[in-house]
């Protein structure tokens, strides 16, 4: 399977433990909800599209797209769905993270 594939799947399992983990952040049985537990198996299914990833890229580019992904949907979810405000720093830091994206991508290339 191709890099987009598992690059999605890691991410969207992320971001799905971490809707579940907020879920239950704000709910009066805490740590011990259903959708605690639920978030945190979510967390661990990422495992399996890392060992995948690491078959085809450095450990730095995986984070990269990794952790950009993650960021920007996380972002989106917070203002969207949990109608958390977004700030200039909030802006500025994922601009940053695409800009990751583009010089990690340009290293790929042998450039």
Known sequence: MD?????????????????????????????????????????GLPALAWFFLMQQHSLAMIGVLYSTATLVLLALLGIV????????????????ALAAVLVMHGGDRGA
């Open 3 to 43: 890099t987009f594939f598992w690059l999605i799947l890691a991410t969207a399992m992320t971001v799905t433990g971490d809707y579940f983990i907020k879920l239950a952040s704000d709910h009066e049985d805490g740590m011990t909800s259903t959708m605690f537990l639920v978030g945190a198996v979510c967390y």
């Open 81 to 96: 769905v949990f109608k958390e405000a977004a700030s200039w720093r909030d802006a500025l830091g994922i601009g940053l």
